[in-house]
């Protein structure tokens, strides 16, 4: 690939991490790994209590955070929309809310579970689902609580 490059990332020695086979905190790495042109991941942030609005990706409130609390949805169906992520960076949301919540890709051509691009998949209250982008416009979830 002649023309082609790739961004350089830094060792786990130059992170300060040991390599080989110990134990590492993911979210410490992902933070370590942040650059200020979007980066690898999102780090170990938290969102609370976040509101979704309206019901269309266009009107979806904007996710910004690894782990994104709902907690005053009142209206079935009010809306968020995954942030843009790096391949195998995944975001995990949360509904406390007391109506369901649609979860949607960050991009009208991307999709989440094989479903149509720019489908929402909805988030029951008072559960939860971890979101993972693949690449080449692809998303998969699962419940995680």
Do not use: C
């Not at 309206?54 to 979806?60: N, P």
């Not at 609390?69 to 009142?74: D, K, M, Y």
Request: glycine residues 14%; without cysteine.
């Amino acid at each position: 690939m002649s023309g082609t490059t790739r961004p350089m990332y830094p060792t786990a020695l130059q992170l300060g991490l040991m390599p080989g086979f110990a134990l590492q905190d993911g979210d410490l790495i992902a933070k370590l790994l942040t650059t200020s042109s979007g980066g690898f991941g999102l780090g170990a942030t938290v969102d609370h209590n976040i509101e979704g609005t309206g019901t269309t990706i266009g009107a979806a409130k904007q996710l910004q955070s690894s782990v994104n609390i709902i907690g005053t949805n009142s209206v079935t169906n009010h809306a968020v929309r995954l942030p843009l992520l790096s391949p195998v960076t995944s975001v995990r949301v949360y509904n406390r809310g007391s109506a369901s919540s649609s979860v949607f890709p960050p991009n009208p051509g991307q999709s989440i579970d094989g479903g149509a691009p720019g489908a929402a998949v909805s988030v029951p209250d008072d559960s939860a689902r971890e979101f993972m982008y693949l690449g080449n416009n692809s998303w998969i979830s699962h419940e995680i609580g």
